[in-house]
């Protein structure tokens, strides 16, 4: 019986074609061979030519899973973020917060901020790829520090009627910033800045 002939047009990451195991292997060389680059080389000297040449497939195989460069990296870096850490519950906010950001702020080492400049660079062409990155890495983060400041709300830490989703946006938000227009990913002292912050919020 002959098979159903379809064509492929380039996916985004939740666009994937189904494939048989060799499939696979290859897409899994293409997804490493993307990321050796990326420390080598950062995200401007990456390209779909120069991937093709590391992984040794052609650009067509490449673009039967993403339709561009900046969905292959994204696809890549939200490999590094796929862990999304939930602190125990200290009994404190300020010390939640810490112990969140903390964790936060060891992804953003060695090569990763200016990989991640390059795909913000991305959003303001793409909306689409806009909305991508965004679920991928910013949302499940944004989701659990929402939750650290609800118990803070349950113990009376900061007012009921805050805005948490706001607030939120304002703690992560600060420190993608500071990466984007001051090229530093790591602060000593903003963790404990963003701390003091949320004791000064205290309701009265």
Known sequence: MDKEKTKQKGHTLNQKPKGRPRDMDCRSRILKATYRILLKEGYMGTSIESIARK??????????????????????????????????????????????????????????????????????????????????????????????????????????????????EMIIGSRWFTLMFKGMATDPSYVEQISSIIKYIHPK
Not at 121 to 142: C, D, G, K, V
Request: charged share 25%; net charge negative.
């Open 55 to 168: 992984a040794n497939v052609g650009k067509k195989t490449i673009y039967r899973w993403w339709n561009s460069k900046p969905f292959l990296v994204l696809e890549v870096i939200s490999l590094q973020f796929s862990e999304v850490y939930h602190p125990p519950d200290t009994g404190s906010l300020a010390e939640d917060v810490s112990d969140f950001l903390n964790a936060y702020l060891k992804l953003l080492g060695g090569n990763l901020p200016a990989i991640l400049n390059g795909l913000a660079a991305e959003t303001q062409l793409n909306p689409e790829f806009s909305m991508e990155i965004y679920r991928l890495i910013w949302s499940p983060r944004e989701k659990s520090l929402i939750t650290l400041l609800e118990r803070g709300v349950q113990r009376k830490e900061i007012p009921k009627d805050i805005n948490l989703e706001t607030l939120a």
